[in-house]
């Protein structure tokens, strides 16, 4: 089994940058994939951002160029660099992580997932 706990949520204005970050624990060697992924009230989940083990990242279209995800293998970390925030990415942010290869579109599924950190940004 494996656990993910998020941090770094929180009110940002427009324009402004968080990071979120995601502490893994338990059966970390078992992880081949992590992710981000949100949910706005009354919305459908949606993939933000994947990395792989061999550092392959895939990131949602409306988020590329702005946020950015990067792990650290030595503190089983995953990371969320988000710039340039808009009201649109208001959500909570969850991590996941899977045994296998993923890609943006298929981190809301994946096996494992954290129970979330609010991001609200404000005009």
């Known amino acids: 089994q494996v656990q993910l706990v998020e941090s770094g949520g929180g009110s940002a204005q427009s324009g402004g940058s968080l990071r979120l970050s995601c502490a893994a624990s338990?059966?970390?060697?078992?992880?081949?994939?992590m992710g981000w992924f949100r949910q706005a009230p009354g919305k459908e989940r949606e993939g933000v951002a994947a990395i792989n083990r061999d550092g392959r990242t895939s990131y949602e279209d409306s988020v590329k160029g702005r946020f950015t995800i990067s792990q650290d293998n030595a503190k089983n970390t995953l990371y969320l660099q988000m710039n340039s925030l808009k009201l649109e990415d208001t959500a909570m942010y969850y991590c996941a992580a899977s045994s296998y290869n993923t890609d943006v579109h298929w981190v809301p599924f994946l096996t494992y997932r954290g129970q979330g950190t609010q991001v609200t940004v404000s005009s």
């Open positions: 338990g059966s970390t060697y078992s992880i081949y994939s």
